[in-house]
C-alpha cells in the first residue's frame, strides 16, 4: 500500500463504494504496517501524483479531470470526509474534500488569544440549556480551514479544502491524511482569518492522520479529552469546515452512537476502534474534531455512512487515544513505526449453552516467522482474551489494542490454551516492509 512518492504516502487507498455494512473480517493479520516518511520544505510540500479517477467523476473549472486515472477497487460502503471536484458526485466512501469552494477565509476578528497552551474551561452540564453554545465558543479558534494544491507561476492554486485541529501552540494542526493526498502544497486559515503556509510534518496512511505545522502566533491548541469517559449516548459535537465555505467553522451536534466501529477501505485495510456519531458530519470536514460536553477532543472527524440512498447520517471519528499516539511519532520522526505481533486470526465464538455463540476472544490462526508472537511463544490455536488490562472480545479488539503501541513495547498478552489461562510477556516488533 505505501507509495514511493513522499506526499502520496500520506494517502489511504480510495475508500468503499456503496452496500451493505460489512461484517468483520473472518481472517486478520493482528499487526500494524509502517508507513514511509512524509516530508516538506518551508515553502513548498513535496509533489504527489493525482488523485485516482472516479467512477462518476464531475469537474470544476479548477480541477481538470485526471490525464491518466488509476484503476479503482471494489470498494465498500462508508464515504470519507472530504469534499472535491474531482470526489464530488461518488457515492462510494469518498474523502469529505470540499474543492473548487475555495479562495480567502475571512471573519470577524477574534478576541485576543489566551495564554499559549491548551483551554482548560469547565462548561455546563451537559442537560443544561447553552451546552453547545458554550462548547462552540470554547472550541471553534481551535479549528482551521486547510486549503491543498499546487504552486505554478500565479502563485498558490487551491484544489479541495479540509479541516484541521490546532494540537499545540509550536504549530502542530492535525487532519486527516486522504486530505493532504495528491497535493504539493498547502495553506492553513484561522478562525480569524489569518492564512499561512503549511508544511507537511508528516503523514500515516494506515491510520488515515497527519501533521501540519505553521509559523503563527496567537494559537489555541484544542484541550484533550479521553473516550474512557463516555457511554452510548453521551454529547458528542463535531466542529469542521464543510464543503469549504467561506466565514469558518461550523457546528453540529449530536451523541455517540456507537463504539469499536470498523471502516473498511481496502480489501486489506481498515480503520478499526472508530467512534460513531449521528453529529451531523459533510464533505469539507475531514479532519475536524468531535469533542465531548466539555469541550475537549475526542476523536478526528474521519469518514460517513452512505447506502444507495446516499448518506445515513452517520459519521466515523477516529479516537483521540490513537490520535495522541500517532501525531506525537509524527511530529518526533515524520513517520509512524507500526507494532507488530505477528498472528494471522479470527474471531473466537464461544456456545452460550442455549444454543447460541457469542465471540469472546481472538483465536491465533497462525504465527509469522521471527517475530514477536512467535518469541513470546504464542501458539496457533491460543485465544487471547486481553492485551496488558484492555479487553480482547474479538480480532478488531486485538488489532486495536496493538496500534496503540510502539515499536520496542512491551505488554501482557492474556491467553486462553485449552483449559488454561496464560498471561504472556511480549515486547512487540515492527512491522516488516515486505507484509
Known sequence: MDSPSAWDDAAPPPYPSDGPAQPRSASTTAEEPASTPAGGGPDRLPPAPPY?????PTTSPRIPPDPEPAPRRDWLDLVGATAAGALGALAVVAL???????GPTTTE?????????PVTQVITPRDEPGLVEAVAA???PSIVTIEVGEENVDGFEAIASGSGVVFDDAGHIVTNAHVVEGSSAAKVILQDGRIYDAVLVGADPRTDLAVLEVDADGLVPIELGSTEELALGSPAIAVGNPLGQVGGASVTAGVISAFDRQVVFGTDDRLVGMLQTDAPITRGSSGGGL???QGRLIGITTAIGVSDAGAEGIGYATPVELVERIVDELIET????????GVLGTDHYRPTGDGGLVVDGAEISEILDDTAAAEAGLEPGDVIVAVDDEPVTAMDDLIAAIRLRRVGEEVEVTIRRGEETLVLPVVLGARPDDV
Open 291 to 293: 469533542v465531548d460536553a
Open 109 to 117: 476578528p477574534a478576541a485576543p488569544a489566551p495564554p499559549r497552551g
Open 138 to 140: 470554547k472550541v471553534v
Open 52 to 56: 485516482g479517477t472516479a467512477t462518476t
Open 334 to 341: 515524520g513517520t509512524v513505526e507500526h507494532a507488530f505481533l
Open 96 to 102: 469529505l474534500f470540499a474543492a473548487g469552494i475555495l
